[in-house]
């Protein structure tokens, strides 16, 4: 079962996240908005425009959906 964010109850799966997508790290505002590089399972690489690429674990971050800036 999935909430209107396309979270997956129990697994925090995004279903929604592809590359090329806009996203911000919610427990680091500082980094700004970051693009979407690749997605595999929960790891999902995002290169953010203040932090570089980094490693996301989507099974203990919600990433959030964002317009580029």
């Known amino acids: 079962m999935s909430d209107e964010r396309g979270n997956m109850a129990g697994s925090r799966r ?13 427990g680091q505002p500082d980094w700004g908005t970051g693009q979407v590089q690749s997605v595999v399972g929960h790891r999902v690489t995002v290169n953010f425009t203040h932090a570089g690429k980094v490693l996301v674990n989507t099974a203990v971050v919600t990433l959030e959906h964002a317009d580029p800036e």
């Open 14 to 26: 995004l279903t929604w996240l592809e590359p090329g997508q806009w996203v911000r790290h919610p």
